[in-house]
């Protein structure tokens, strides 16, 4: 057991210093955060498999219905040319006047008031459900628009609400409020309620995904926050990968939203594991919880701290005296747009925050338009996310932040281009480099959370990263509405939008600085000078002459084989 005993070489200045960096109290935070995070993906992206594109028709009159579906539609139906030019039946339209002996001569049209679905594969969908054809298609893609509008009030309200409440108690409450929200949706009676609820579920889902994961940020040592932020995405991917098998057995979207739902049951079993944030309880100066919880992190941790009592007030003291200095530097939003620095990269964040958002999802919910077995796209395109976090994860820790994320977006923006060309003969190469879009997209949506966090300064931190994320959830706001520009035109201009976009995101990245191994920026004008010319010579010389004592350029002229010297520029520059 490791013995935290203060002495006169060890001094607890932090909580990591009593909880360590992560240990199997972490673990089980990450483990948590983890498979919290899998019922967002089904959530989202159910609504592929809630309303795929099945045939349909003009419903046959009672006068009619002993005719086969065949008969009923050489009768009935007018033939349409489709995008392939091959000749198929109308969805919408019908002959006005039926009858067996005017086959051959001219027809008037009418559009149709019912209609029949091709249920041969689907037993039941929300298409069939509420007749969401022809002129009222585009509610399908307005509810994945009302399911993204859930998540961004999410973000606002429940960040708020774990601040104020702690990270526990509104964790549990989204929870529920998404478990009972699921249940009722898989009854829904009208569209209305079914795009209401699953508004709840999304709210419900996000707030709990967000607020566990700020547990876990706040939980490990700083050494592993850049690495289990990606690797916590890991918990999305399994939820997608596992999505379409569940889909192929379950054809019936009422069934298929109770499998997706139920077992969030077994999160209620985290009332009895959740920990709340010792961060949290620090930050809000409740002396005795916070003791309670590093009792149980210690023990789980196999830590021992003598004096915790007197430890814990120390730290509360540290914290009071902190939050004082901190409150006559506190910066607002508006701070990030006032000076030309300091706007430029946060426009050029929130304009790539957009666009990886908007590819990501706009990629995923149209994966069924590529051609091919619709399951085994979708199967795919959630497979490569895995070597995709887990070469974020390589990218990040080797080769920085700014020069992958380019690579990555102007990438990924070519594959799209590239997969216009790609003719109906060619379906397998179509379907590669639809996926490595996706591979890169995802890459590049990974790195960007990192990236964003290190660019604002610290007094602007979570703002900068927050309203980030609100310009990300516009993009996926919009994203389903993707599909409805295709019908209007053709499958290449969507494509061509994201790719288009991918790329000019990607190139506008190389204006912002790297910020690896960087010091990073902490006052509004460490911030506007980030970035500039000669920012890191300077600041590390000011932090050199912190650490030593010693004036940095005396010692550089008096000592040019310095080596102490030599080996801190060589590290840090």
């Given at each position: 057991m490791e013995n935290l005993q203060k002495d006169e070489s060890q001094e607890i200045n932090d909580l990591v210093d009593i909880t360590g960096q992560f240990g199997s109290w972490q673990k089980r935070v990450f483990l948590i955060a983890f498979f919290l995070v899998m019922p967002n993906s089904f959530h989202i992206l159910v609504m592929t498999f809630f309303a795929p594109d099945i045939d349909h028709w003009c419903s046959r009159p009672p006068a009619y219905s002993n005719l086969t579906v065949n008969q009923w539609k050489s009768l009935a139906i007018p033939p349409v040319k489709n995008e392939s030019n091959s000749t198929t039946y109308s969805h919408c339209l019908m002959y006005e006047n039926i009858t067996a002996f005017s086959l051959g001569?001219?027809?008037?049209?009418?559009?149709?008031?019912?209609?029949?679905?091709?249920?041969?594969?689907?037993?039941?969908?929300?298409?069939?459900?509420?007749?969401?054809?022809?002129?009222?298609?585009?509610?399908?893609?307005?509810?994945?628009?009302?399911?993204?509008?859930?998540?961004?009030?999410?973000?606002?309200?429940?960040?708020?609400?774990?601040?104020?409440?702690?990270?526990?108690?509104?964790?549990l409450t989204c929870i529920a409020l998404s478990l009972l929200s699921g249940l009722a949706c898989a009854f829904s009676t009208t569209f209305t309620m079914f795009a209401i609820l699953r508004f709840i579920i999304a709210f419900g889902m996000s707030g709990a995904t967000t607020t566990v994961f700020v547990l876990l940020m706040e939980s490990v040592g700083a050494n592993y926050r850049d690495v289990l932020g990606i690797c916590f995405e890991f918990g999305w991917a399994l939820g997608y990968v596992i999505l379409p098998g569940l889909a192929w057995f379950i054809r019936d979207w009422s069934n298929l939203q109770l499998a997706i739902t139920v077992p969030g049951v077994l999160f209620f079993s985290l009332w009895w594991f959740l920990p709340e944030s010792p961060r949290w309880l620090l930050a809000q100066s409740k002396a005795k919880q916070l003791q309670k919880e590093l009792e149980k992190v210690l023990k789980l941790n196999n830590r021992q701290v003598s004096n915790l009592e007197d430890v814990v007030k120390r730290l509360i003291n540290k914290e009071n005296k902190d939050k004082e200095q901190q409150t006559k530097k506190r910066a607002t939003f508006l701070n990030l747009l006032l000076t030309p620095n300091m706007r430029s990269k946060t426009l050029n964040i929130y304009f790539n925050w957009f666009v990886n958002s908007f590819v990501y999802y706009g990629l995923s919910l149209n994966t069924s338009n590529l051609g091919g077995n619709p399951f085994i796209n979708f199967f795919i395109a959630g497979a490569v996310e895995f070597p995709s976090y887990g070469a974020s994860v390589f990218a990040i820790k080797y080769l920085g932040r700014r020069i992958p994320l380019t690579v990555t977006m102007v990438i990924g923006g070519l594959a799209c281009f590239l997969t216009i060309l790609i003719q109906d003969d060619l379906l397998w190469l179509r379907i590669t480099l639809a996926m490595t879009g996706k591979f890169c997209i995802s890459s590049s949506f990974a790195i960007i959370y990192v990236f964003s966090a290190e660019i604002y300064p610290t007094v602007v931190r979570n703002v900068g990263v927050g309203s980030s994320s609100t310009c990300a959830r516009i993009g996926s706001m919009v994203a389903p509405f993707v599909k409805e520009l295709e019908k209007a035109t053709s499958q290449g201009v969507p494509l061509g939008i994201f790719g288009g976009l991918s790329i000019a995101a990607g190139l506008l990245v190389l204006l912002l600085p790297e910020t690896k191994n960087k010091p990073l920026p902490d006052t509004l004008e460490e911030g506007e000078e980030f970035g500039k010319k000669n920012y890191t010579s300077n600041v590390l010389r000011e932090y050199w002459d912190k650490l030593t004592g010693k004036n940095f350029e005396l010692e550089r002229e008096n000592s040019s084989r310095n080596t102490e010297l030599e080996e801190f520029i060589t590290t840090k520059m």
């Open positions: 001569g001219e027809h008037s049209n009418v559009t149709c008031t019912s209609w029949e679905y091709d249920n041969s594969f689907y037993t039941s969908t929300v298409v069939d459900e509420w007749d969401l054809v022809c002129g009222s298609d585009w509610l399908l893609s307005m509810s994945t628009t009302i399911v993204m509008t859930g998540f961004l009030f999410s973000v606002f309200i429940c960040g708020q609400l774990s601040d104020r409440f702690g990270r526990r108690p509104i964790t």
